[in-house]
C-alpha cells in the first residue's frame, strides 16, 4: 500500500520568503502526484498536477517536481504572500485510488 | 459554474441514528469519491464509483453505504454501526479512473454525533 509523508507537518515563514514543501511516496509505480491547497473548514483546492512522465509542473509562483525513483516530489512557493497560508496536501495516484499526506500547515507572516 | 456541491455544510445527530450526505456534481465526471478527514490523518477513502449503479470499498468503508443511480449524484449514509462518525466528509470527482485527470472536491460537510 502506498504511504505518502508530508515534512514539516507546520512552517512559519516572513512574506516575501521563497519556500519548499516535501512530499515522499513509498512506491514508485504511481500514475500521477497532485498537489492542493486548503483552507481551514474547507475542501481541497488542486494546485498542480504532474504527471509520471514529467519532472515539473508550473503554475504561477507555484512549481512543483516529481522523481518517482527517489519517490520525492517538492512544491516550490516564490515570492510567498499571506494569502499562500493554507494547509498544503499532496497525493500520489496509483490508478483507482489516491493516497494522500497528512499536509504541511504554511503560515505566511506578513 | 461547473462544480462539485456537498450538502449540508453542517450536519449534527444523535448517536444511532442513520445520516445521509449529499454529493452533487455538474462536472460531468465518470468517477466519484467520498472521504474522511480527521485532525492529523491524511484523508481516507471510503468508498468510490466509476460508473452508475457500480461502486467499490475504500480502506474504510465499514458503517458506511452509498449509491450511484446517477452520473451527477453520490450519496453516503453514515449507519448507526459506524463507531466514531463524527469528522469532516470529503466528496471528489475526475473523469475516467486511470487517466491522468486531476481530482476535483467539494467544499465538504462537517458530521458531528453525540
Known amino acids: 500500500k502506498q504511504e505518502v509523508t508530508q515534512i514539516p507537518a507546520a512552517l512559519s515563514v516572513p512574506e516575501g520568503e521563497n519556500l519548499v514543501l516535501n512530499c515522499s511516496f513509498t512506491d514508485s509505480a504511481i500514475y500521477n502526484l497532485q498537489w492542493f491547497r486548503q483552507d481551514p473548514g474547507k475542501g481541497l483546492t488542486s494546485l498542480l498536477l504532474?504527471?509520471?512522465?514529467?519532472r515539473e509542473q508550473t503554475s504561477g509562483r507555484l512549481n512543483a517536481s516529481l522523481d518517482k525513483s527517489s519517490g520525492r516530489s517538492t512544491l516550490y512557493i516564490a515570492a510567498s504572500q499571506p494569502g499562500d497560508s493554507a494547509t498544503y496536501l499532496c497525493?500520489?495516484?496509483?490508478?483507482?485510488?489516491?493516497?494522500f499526506g497528512t499536509g504541511t500547515s504554511l503560515t505566511v507572516i506578513p | 459554474d461547473g462544480g462539485i456541491t456537498q450538502s449540508p455544510k453542517y450536519l449534527f445527530r444523535k448517536e444511532g441514528q442513520n445520516v445521509t450526505l449529499s454529493c452533487e456534481q455538474n462536472?460531468?465526471?465518470?468517477?466519484m469519491y467520498w472521504y474522511r478527514q480527521d485532525p492529523g490523518q491524511g484523508l481516507r477513502l471510503i468508498y468510490y464509483?466509476?460508473?452508475?449503479?457500480?461502486?467499490q470499498k475504500g480502506d474504510i468503508a465499514e458503517g458506511y453505504s452509498v449509491s450511484r443511480e446517477k452520473k451527477e449524484s453520490f450519496p453516503l449514509t453514515v449507519t448507526s454501526a459506524q463507531k466514531n462518525p463524527t469528522a469532516f466528509y470529503l466528496c471528489?470527482?475526475?473523469?475516467?479512473?486511470?487517466?491522468?485527470?486531476?481530482?476535483?472536491f467539494g467544499n465538504g460537510t462537517r458530521l458531528t454525533v453525540t
Open positions: 497525493a500520489g495516484n496509483t490508478g483507482n485510488q489516491f493516497y
Open positions: 471528489a470527482s475526475r473523469h475516467l479512473v486511470g487517466s491522468n485527470s486531476p481530482l476535483h
Open positions: 464509483s466509476q460508473i452508475v449503479n457500480d461502486f
Open positions: 504532474i504527471q509520471s512522465s514529467q
Open positions: 462536472l460531468n465526471h465518470d468517477a
